[in-house]
């Protein structure tokens, strides 16, 4: 059965409405070929793309099959700014996406800890309101704290994407209670789950808890098998 056989409630990022409620990540993959492969499975409409890493590989010529194959999926492009440690780095990454991607979403990402790779919130928050100024859609990847997420939502973000746990550790959602919270903090506001996923089991209490989607990249690219996952 197709998810054509399935009436569904669209999920909104400001103006544009979509159907699949997961959004994926397309670094790590063990080739173009089995990227290519797993987007089409996955029926996802927004794919996120590290600038700042990318940027790089293409300007040696090493990223260039990747960066072709994304752009020609069709798929919406959610650039983000990882890798990024301070507001005016930020910034200035995604007024280049802008550029190159002709759109004004993106992922804000600024890193705090270089372990955990939690993000940096006193950076986050003015990150944040300077994009929205530039007339960006920001998609501001945080953690569970309330009180951030209201400086987030006070600045005008009307997406949040709290982390699970942290990137790229799998472990699923650590701390359920917070979440929960953030979810009846913030009734009108877009929240996505956004790192730690490690199992659809993960995604699926995301969903139970009444989260909007998730989005999520190492679950999938670092599978036996990615197209399977």
């Not at 990882?82 to 802008?98: D, I, P, S, Y």
């Not at 004004?104 to 600024?110: A, I, Q, Y």
Request: charge should be negative.
């Amino acid at each position: 059965m197709s998810t054509t056989d399935f009436a569904f409630d669209p999920i909104r990022f400001g103006s544009t409405a979509l159907n699949s409620r997961f959004l994926m990540g397309t670094a790590g993959y063990p080739s173009p070929q089995i990227l290519e492969s797993a987007i089409a499975a996955s029926q996802a409409e927004v794919l996120t793309m590290g600038i700042k890493r990318q940027a790089a590989n293409v300007s040696e010529g090493s990223g260039k099959a990747w960066w072709d194959l994304v752009r020609k999926t069709g798929k919406k492009i959610l650039p983000n700014t990882a890798g990024c440690r301070t507001a005016a780095e930020a910034v200035t990454l995604a007024q280049m996406a802008r550029e190159i991607f002709e759109t004004n979403w993106v992922k804000l990402e600024v890193v705090g800890d270089d372990y955990t790779l939690q993000p940096d919130t006193f950076e986050l928050v003015p990150a944040a309101k300077q994009l929205i100024d530039l007339g960006f859609e920001v998609f501001p990847y945080c953690t569970e704290d309330i009180i951030v997420a209201q400086r987030l939502v006070d600045v005008g973000c009307t997406i949040l994407m709290p982390w699970a746990a942290p990137i790229g550790s799998g472990q699923g959602i650590t701390n359920r209670e917070s979440l929960s919270r953030m979810r009846d903090r913030f009734p009108n506001i877009t929240l996505i789950v956004d790192a730690g996923i490690g199992a659809p089991s993960h995604a699926a209490l995301a969903m139970e808890l009444g989260f909007d989607g998730v989005l999520l990249n190492s679950a999938i690219a670092q599978a036996k098998d990615p197209v399977q996952m």
